[in-house]
């Protein structure tokens, strides 16, 4: 849905110097190989020394606000002449008055420019639920309702500041996105724009969003990348770079750090969120920039800049740091000359990072009938028990059991959820998500020997075993629909494997700990020469391991080992 001036740029594929940036959402998309998906976006601000004015913009002028908002609905509180939310008061150190409506509405049509008139990089079909975190003025919500029909819009946010008539399909609650998440349904879509202030631990609310999520939902954080970057050394030393570096040493005083949209992958990856696709985008501070999109862009992101100025600084320097208001002002002063300076080649970089909810994860929290069975096992009276296996404790899928070893990054993740899920209460942090109505409650420590005995090979296979011994009484116990339990299972080639000449077999060490768990014989390969594998099984625990080998002479000897293994060849 790019809008005609959009499509004036140059062919995304070209590799002539580029004069403008991509013209459409699809194109806009970074990650040109060998490069950053962030370094690539940068190629589209490129200087332009002949810019005495704002003549390539071709008359545009900045919009304001349209929306009437009912002055019935504020609640605030008065500081330094702007006012701030009264829910949760002092937690978001932006103000929620008409100057600050304004400037999101601004801002709203500079994400719109930057995405070529879409409102998400998602392509959702259908969606039924959409939630809008901290939606501010609920544009995005309400034109993404309008957009799609068959959604239900829900725009959450701590200030009461959206207009009271919007369209049927989108509503507005004033919540705080960091507290438990009481929602009845689950979302297609989640989305959150222009964050970065506001959350003291962000995590809180991505893993909200995690359980959340429909079967094939996403999760989509579009958001700007504090502070402002240069593409040279124009910005060092300005008032600029000092008055923002202040201002968000400020709010880290207060306990929000302002940084954490560059970690925004990271994060979603804690989460749980596989496969995050993240892309780059850049708001140049003014016109310096070439290029007629990049033009629109800076025309509007200088105004967006000096009329943040003091909306962002001033609550985090006077409550901070010690600044009075007069000296905020003389600041922000100061700055204003340099937003204005086409000398200084700032921009700032944005990020909207997408995420489709993770599969694996869809199994454990959708599929309560194959969680069941899998949970069950004989006890030593044959009656059948319901004890949760570790792996299910930590909302690890089925599939990750046939994993040789499980990455820490996902166990930790997987620990974390856990804990956070069933114990809100007891966590450091503040309080998290709802446990469904379905969910078992899982004892704190429950999680950590979970988490312990996975995280570590030899237990994970001790552990392993056992599941597998209990799996297979049931099994014979006669329970209908259980699955059975599969071990990890480790593919490699015979040459991998040792020789031992004393006595001529070949072997290798397992993760239980037993140096020699997996042990070949000749005859196991004779056995076994049509196959190609072979299969075999530690003889210190129930893990697997499958061994390919080929066999290309007839009296078969393997070629690489040279010992005396006469009748057996093997090439791989
Ligand atoms: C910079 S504005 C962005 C508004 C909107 N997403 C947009 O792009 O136009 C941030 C909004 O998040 C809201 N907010 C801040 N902290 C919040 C929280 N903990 N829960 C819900 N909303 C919050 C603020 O009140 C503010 O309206």
Known sequence: MATEDHQKG???????????????????????????????????????????????????TVQTSTISVNSSFYNYVEENGRTYHKYKEGKYMMPNDALEIDRLELQHQLWLITLCDELSLVQVKNPQNVLDIGTGTGSWAIEFANRYPSAHVIGCD????????????CHFEIDDAEDEWTYSQKFDLIHGRAL??????????????????????????????????????????????HWLTTTIDAAAMLGTCWKHSGDYVRLLEE??????????????????PKGERMK?????????????????????????AGFTKEKVLELTAEVRKDVVNKSIHAYLPVVVVLKLFACWFLESSTSSAIQKSRGNITASDGSMTNIPTHYEILGLPE????????????????????LLQNHPDKSQLPPKPTLTSQHTVYSIDQIS?????????????????????????????????????????????????????????????CRCGDERGFLIKETDLEEAAEDGELNVGCKGCSLWLKVLFGVIEEGIKPVDTGEDTDDLKEAL
């Not at 496969?275 to 850049?282: G, K, P, S």
């Not at 009329?307 to 320097?317: D, N, Q, T, V, Y």
């Not at 597998?468 to 071990?487: D, H, P, V, Y």
Request: charged share 25%; aromatic share 8%.
């Open 196 to 241: 970065v202030t506001c959350f003291k631990d962000p995590s809180i609310v991505i893993a909200s969003a995690f359980n959340s999520l429909v079967p094939g939902g996403y999760l989509e954080l579009q958001d700007l990348i504090l502070p402002l970057r240069a593409i040279d050394d124009t910005l060092q030393g300005t008032s600029l770079d």
């Open 449 to 509: 020997e979970a988490f312990s005995i996975l995280s570590d090979g030899k237990s994970r296979a001790k552990y392993d075993k056992e599941l597998k011994l209990q799996n297979n009484s049931a099994n014979a116990a006669g329970e209908k629909g259980k699955q059975a339990f599969r071990t990890g299972v480790e593919t490699v080639d015979l040459d991998d494997l040792e020789f031992g000449e004393a006595q001529e077999e070949w072997y290798r060490s």
């Open 271 to 288: 989460a749980g969120f596989v496969d995050v696709v993240e892309n780059h985008f850049q708001w140049p501070m003014n016109t310096w």
């Open 296 to 320: 629109v862009l800076g025309r509007y992101m200088q105004e967006n800049l000096l009329r943040i100025l003091e909306s962002l600084s001033m609550a985090p320097l006077t409550r901070g």
């Open 158 to 169: 701590l200030s009461p500041i959206q207009p009271e008539y919007v369209p049927s399909n």
């Open 399 to 418: 599939t990750i059991r046939n994993d040789f070893t499980i990455p820490v990054q996902t166990l930790r993740g997987a620990y974390r959820r856990a």
């Open 10 to 60: 140059g062919s995304p594929t070209s590799t002539e110097p580029r004069d403008d940036g991509p013209t459409n959402a699809a194109s806009l998309l970074s990650g040109t190989s060998g490069v950053s998906a962030e370094e690539s976006a940068l190629q589209h601000l490129n200087v332009d020394y002949n810019d005495d004015g704002d003549s390539a913009v071709g008359g545009m």
